[in-house]
């Protein structure tokens, strides 16, 4: 049972154009969540991250947006760079103790000069 | 401050051999976790370590996986005998406190396994 779904594998942006990654989530129980960022033959790297009290974080280009009711999140990457390209893996956990991180099936972004 | 390594990188071993994947979290990382990606499926939970306690083994798939940390620092993984379902790519994380909101994970670079 997957928990954080990424429905869209890929995605294709024109340089100095918004990238749009979407995630959706199942368990009403996740009040944390995180973007990860990962390029080819290396880990995932931590990018942004959101609390469920929240519905916008910001920093500098990246913008996670959250949607309780709709148990949805969006990454937007404004403008998008060459360097942007990379596989994102959204994230979700709770609060409080030990607990685990779930992964979504991630997004390969593409952005194109 | 040195990252999380992995080692090794790649591993091609044969059905019903055995392999064992070493962790090296950052420094002073009491969480340490095992997670493994299939080829284009999520990042999956395998199971965490505080120090060397298994905190939460949930994840792990069956019982040819053994997870140790004796002293609390390196972990290794092991998978005895392989199976070709187990390839796929094995990340170990580290962080200062548990992983999510308290402290983002960092992880290394990965241990790619091909069962043939």
């Known amino acids: 049972d997957q928990q954080v779904k990424q429905n869209s594998p890929s995605l294709s942006v024109q340089e100095g154009r918004i990238s749009i990654l979407n995630c959706d989530y199942t368990?009403?129980?996740?009040?944390?969540f995180l973007w990860y960022k990962k390029y080819p033959a290396e880990g995932p790297t931590f990018l942004i991250s959101?609390?469920?009290?929240?519905d916008k974080n910001e920093d500098g280009r990246f913008t996670v947006f959250l949607n309780k009711s709709a148990k949805h999140l969006s990454l937007h990457i404004v403008p998008s760079q060459p360097g942007d390209s990379a596989v994102y893996f959204c994230a979700a956990s709770r609060s409080g103790g030990y607990q685990k991180v779930t992964f979504g099936t991630g997004t390969k972004l593409q952005v194109i000069p | 401050e040195a990252g999380v390594t992995q080692f090794p990188s790649h591993s091609v071993i044969e059905k019903g051999q055995t392999v064992t994947l070493r962790c090296d979290p950052i420094s002073g990382h009491d969480n340490l976790y095992w997670y493994r990606r299939v080829m284009g499926k999520e990042i999956k939970f395998l199971l965490h370590?505080?120090?060397?306690?298994?905190?939460?083994e949930s994840g792990m798939p069956n019982n040819r996986f053994l997870a140790e940390r004796t002293g609390g620092t390196y972990s290794t993984l092991k998978v005895q005998p392989a199976e070709l379902e187990d390839s796929g790519v094995y990340f170990c994380a580290s962080s200062a406190s548990p992983g999510g909101s308290n402290s983002p994970l960092h992880f290394g670079n990965g241990t790619r396994l091909t069962v043939t």
């Open positions: 959101i609390s469920s009290i929240k």
């Open positions: 370590f505080v120090k060397e306690s298994k905190q939460d």
């Open positions: 368990n009403s129980m996740f009040d944390y």
